[in-house]
């Protein structure tokens, strides 16, 4: 079946009485390209397993099908579960479950699920009112994912992949470039999908690092401190911290001038790795 060909996805939307829904993010890719170079760049060879969020109608699930040893797609709209049963009939190596990713334990999945996998990937096309939420809660459960391939806003994925210094990095890049190294793959036009989202698109491949080049001494605090510093950007890094952690404006000053940073620096210049140290220092003077 082909489900980007738009004469078959009216007639399974028909078949089961469905239409998209707005509410779960639901733009359903129709063009076959798409699919087919998600899973083909998203993906590592046929022993390797793949945990697809939002499977839709089935349209990725069947193109990682045909490559990987096993999909598990976890789609948290029951009306889509028997079109599922439908359209992927012919996969024996499919499992769909119904539910919401973000309530949805990972690691019992993946022991369940990929325990004869050599590796597993996250592939996506995402429900865009989450899709932050979703990407953290996958880096955020360390468990050893290879990589998340994943459509986003193209805004978003400019943001993940933003450097020190530039206009679009901010929290969210430095969160998420923590955990693995980022880059946009290509951009997908609103025509690609039904119905037609307001916004570009991107595919965004996150590559989760087996051990992280930036490890600070203290992981809470160096999170803590890189929120406080783009809560409000247009601050100093000095006037942000200050009175929200446990060192003196005098003692933070010096710990700029120790690292060789101006005392007006911003966080958003600063590096995952400038972050570590200041979060270090300031943890040693507790
Ligand atoms: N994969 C399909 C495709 O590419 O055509 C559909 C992608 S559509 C953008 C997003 C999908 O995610 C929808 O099927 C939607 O119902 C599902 N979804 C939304 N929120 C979800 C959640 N919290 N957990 C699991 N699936 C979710």
Request: proline share 5%; glycine share 6%.
């Amino acid at each position: 079946m082909n489900l980007t060909d738009l004469s078959t996805v009216r007639h399974v939307m028909e078949r089961f009485g469905i239409s998209t829904k707005k509410k779960y993010g639901q733009n359903f890719l129709i063009n076959a390209a798409i699919p087919e170079r998600i899973a083909e760049e998203g993906t590592g060879g046929d022993a390797c397993g793949v945990l697809e969020i939002g499977p839709g109608i089935g349209t990725l699930t069947t193109a990682l099908a045909k490559r990987v040893k096993k999909v598990v797609a976890v789609e948290i709209d029951d009306g889509l579960i028997p079109v599922l049963d439908y359209t992927l009939a012919e996969f024996d190596n499919v499992t769909v479950i119904h539910g919401d990713i973000l309530k949805t334990p990972l690691l019992p999945l993946l022991r369940e699920h990929f325990a004869d996998c050599e590796e597993v990937y996250v592939c996506a096309n995402l429900p865009y009112y989450i899709t932050s939420d979703i990407i953290m809660y996958l880096v955020e459960s360390q468990l050893p994912f290879r990589a998340l391939t994943v459509m986003v806003q193209k805004e978003f994925a400019d943001r993940i992949v933003a450097q020190p210094g530039s206009k679009e990095y901010g929290a969210v890049s430095a969160a998420v470039q923590y955990y693995g190294k980022a880059q946009k793959l290509f951009k997908v036009a609103p025509g690609n999908f039904l119905p037609a989202p307001k916004v570009d698109s991107a595919v965004l491949r996150i590559d989760l690092y087996r051990e992280k080049p930036v490890q600070p001494k203290h992981e809470v605090l160096f999170r803590y401190i890189i929120r406080l510093a783009f809560e409000q950007r247009r601050k100093t890094l000095l006037n942000a911290l200050a009175g929200k952690v446990s060192v003196t404006k005098q003692e933070l000053t010096e710990i700029l001038i120790d690292l060789s940073l101006p005392a007006d620096v911003r966080g958003e210049r600063l590096s995952l790795a400038q972050f570590a140290e200041i979060a270090d220092r300031i943890g040693q003077r507790f």
